[in-house]
Each structure stands twice: as structure tokens, then as C-alpha cells.
């Protein structure tokens, strides 16, 4: 059966600090791979999704990147955190086509 | 861009009762239909979809409507339980999936 993990599950970081969270999937190959991200009392907000190695989509032009050095492996990074870098981060897997997205438990980053 | 909305941010329904959830969409290019399951601190789950191709799909408890030509969709859970209480998400897919901003359901015993 397939499997996601997400990494760590909270985070506290400074402002101007840098930031990395993993997404790894197991028991499926060249899923499509996406971020989102949760801020307090909103919706999910799809940041990045990827379909294959090396190819990533942003949706929204910010402090963040992503990127898929592997087939399974998806990562969020920023070079330098802000305050409203803060949210509830979540990575998800699909298979092609229509299908649904499996979510990974998330990651609470606050930036202080 | 809100390409799909929930308008209700919250909605309370008496056990046994019937819950109804609503979502609205503006692009008429989403083809698939989700609606997911969350609680705090924890991933989304997915509950049930439609394709666009159909106007409900019945699982369990839990049906989803879909009218295209009002870019709407539904989903009742019958009876409502207790333990549905959570935020529930629509969504809507073509390229990537979109997501609404969520209503609170809340089930009294």
C-alpha cells in the first residue's frame, strides 16, 4: 500500500532563518506531488505541484520554492523565513489522471 | 483567485439529522470533484467524488450532487453522527486541485 511522510511534524523558526520540510512517498511510482499550505482560519492553498523529476508549478509567487531531486521525494525550502511564512504545511500525493490526492499528517511552521 | 468557494463557514445539524454542505466553482474546466474530511492537525481525508460526467454519487452515509450548469455541488451525510463533526473541504480538479476555504460542521448528540 502506499504511503506519505511528512517532516517535522511542528517547527519553530526565526525570522530570517532558512527552511527545509520533506515529503517522501512510498508504494507508488511517478506520483504527481503537491504542496499546500493552511494558514490560521483559511482554506488550502496549493503552492506547488510537480509532475515528474525536476519539473515543479508554482501557483503563488512568494517566499518559498520547491523542489523533486528524486521520483518520490518532494521539498519545501525557503532561504530566508518570514512571519507570514507561518501555517499548517501539508504534502500530497496523486496518481495521474483523476484521482484523489492522500495527504501527509502536515507540518505547524511558526516563524517567531 | 477563490475558484471555489464555501460560502458557510460553519454549519451545526442535530444527530440524525440530515447535513447539507455546499460549494460553488467558477471554472467551467474542472472535471473532478472531491469533497475531504479534516481535523485539527492532521491531513485532509478524502470522503467521496464525482466526475463530471455524473450528477451524484452515493457512498454510504454520504451523497454527492453536482449541477454543472450552476457550477454547484453538494454533499449530504444522512444520518449525521457525532463523530462527522470536523471541517470539510470541496475541491475541484483539472490540471491541479483546488480547494474551497471550508465548513465546520458540528453534529449535537
Known amino acids: 500500500s502506499q504511503t506519505i511522510h511528512q517532516w517535522p511534524a511542528t517547527l519553530v523558526q526565526p525570522v530570517g532563518s532558512p527552511l527545509s520540510l520533506e515529503c517522501t512517498v512510498e508504494?507508488?511510482?511517478?506520483?504527481?506531488l503537491y504542496w499546500y499550505r493552511q494558514a490560521a482560519g483559511r482554506g488550502l492553498q496549493l503552492l506547488f505541484y510537480?509532475?515528474?523529476?525536476?519539473?515543479i508549478s508554482s501557483e503563488v509567487p512568494q517566499n518559498l520554492s520547491a523542489s523533486r531531486p528524486q521520483d518520490r521525494q518532494f521539498i519545501l525550502s525557503s532561504k530566508k523565513l518570514l512571519l507570514s511564512d507561518s501555517g499548517f504545511y501539508l504534502c500530497?500525493?496523486?496518481?495521474?489522471?483523476?484521482?484523489?490526492?492522500?495527504f501527509g499528517n502536515g507540518t505547524r511552521l511558526t516563524v517567531t | 483567485d477563490q475558484q471555489v468557494k464555501q460560502n458557510s463557514p460553519s454549519l451545526s445539524v442535530q444527530e440524525g439529522r440530515i447535513s447539507i454542505l455546499n460549494c460553488d466553482y467558477t471554472n467551467s474546466m474542472f472535471d473532478y470533484f472531491l469533497w475531504y474530511k479534516k481535523y485539527p492537525a492532521e491531513g485532509p481525508t478524502f470522503l467521496i467524488s464525482i466526475s463530471s460526467i455524473k450528477d451524484k454519487n452515493e457512498d454510504g452515509r454520504f451523497t454527492v450532487f453536482l449541477n454543472k450548469s450552476a457550477k454547484h455541488l453538494s454533499l449530504h451525510i444522512v444520518p449525521s453522527q457525532p463523530g462527522d463533526s470536523a471541517v470539510y473541504f470541496c475541491a475541484a480538479s483539472y490540471n491541479d486541485m483546488r480547494f474551497g476555504a471550508g465548513t465546520r460542521l458540528t453534529v449535537k448528540p
Open positions: 500530497a500525493w496523486s496518481v495521474r489522471g483523476n484521482s484523489p490526492l492522500h
Open positions: 508504494g507508488t511510482s511517478n506520483p504527481n
Open positions: 510537480s509532475v515528474g523529476i525536476g519539473q
